[in-house]
């Protein structure tokens, strides 16, 4: 196995691990501020952070490149709005008790990814890989008419936007951090503007007479920073259908969480698909190590 597949292989599972488990923490942690003020603390630290980060890498010389690509900036605005649906139906999940349902979404996501893999970059589907997403569909099957009875809206927006998230960024040629960058800055005058908006009306938790609160909600920058710097990183190593099998170790620590540590239902039936999945990406993780 070559080493740059080795380093994108590690770079998303360690994204995939932080978003399932540290990244739950601690969302569910600051969610009583309101899923609202949460979200837009996120676009907002998350922005202030890329800044700083460019500042240290000396790197603005490379992002005022970037931005005189025009075909590049669409693509990157397309991109911002995609990942800022995902972070504001996944902390309205969070804040609401829908773990589990967001969780569902990121079991879908991989599917979509392998298949948008194959279609924009054709990524190889050999028979493993088939008997994999097959198994994958079959425990998605088993949940909706078992368990879930129709697909979640939440898990399916969540699916969805992060699926198309990582193909438009997989087609662009841009610094990760970089890219990341210039989708916030997209975001930031929406996010200030709510920000503004609810400060105005006094509803707002961020406050410098509570600096602990304060400081602690400014860490949803590096949260966010971080684990996507390191899957959006592996997806430009290894590509999507790789990267999107990988990623199940997120909705899989999700459902751990929900069930162990947020009381949330985790029946029979579910336990029975979270095997079915796994060995789907048993399965496929022995085929990459094969071809790889």
């Known amino acids: 196995m070559n080493s740059k597949f080795n380093k994108g ?22 969610a009583f501020i309101g899923h609202v003020e949460l979200v837009v603390h996120r676009c907002l630290w998350t922005a202030v952070m890329l800044i700083l980060t460019t500042t ?10 970037e931005i005189s690509n025009k075909k590049k900036l669409l693509a990157l605005l397309i991109s911002g709005f995609l990942i800022f649906v995902n972070w504001s139906i996944w902390i309205y999940a969070v804040a609401t008790e829908r773990i589990i349902d967001a969780s569902f979404g ?8 392998v298949l948008l893999g194959y279609i924009f970059f054709k990524e190889e589907l050999n028979k493993k890989r088939i008997y994999s997403i097959l198994l ?3 425990s998605i ?29 997989k087609k662009i040629n841009i610094d990760t951090d970089i890219g990341l960058l210039i989708e916030s800055l997209y975001i930031f005058p929406f996010a200030f503007f709510v920000f503004y908006l609810i400060s105005k009306t006094g509803l707002n938790d961020f406050d410098i ?14 949260m966010t920073v971080i684990p996507l710097f390191l899957y959006v990183r592996g997806v430009e190593l290894i590509g999507l259908g790789p990267t999107g099998m990988i ?7 999700q459902f751990i969480l929900g069930y162990f540590y947020y009381g949330e239902d985790f029946s029979l039936v579910k336990f029975g698909s979270f095997i079915i999945i796994w060995i789907a990406v048993i399965i496929y993780i022995n085929d ?4 790889n």
């Open 9 to 30: 292989l590690l770079l998303t599972s360690l994204g995939s691990f932080w978003w399932g488990f540290i990244g739950v923490i601690y969302f569910e942690y600051v």
């Open 56 to 65: 240290f890498l000396s790197k603005w010389s490379i992002f005022l490149k």
């Open 106 to 113: 990121y079991f879908i996501m991989p599917i979509i990814s």
């Open 136 to 138: 994958v569909l079959i």
């Open 141 to 169: 099957f088993i949940l909706i008419i078992f368990n879930l009875k129709s697909l979640p809206w939440v898990g399916l927006i969540v699916a969805f936007s992060w699926a198309f998230y990582n193909l438009v960024r």
């Open 209 to 222: 007479h509570n600096p602990g609160l304060s400081l602690f909600l400014i860490l949803a920058g590096p």
């Open 247 to 253: 990623f199940y170790i997120t909705p899989t620590l």
């Open 288 to 291: 990459l190590y094969e071809k």
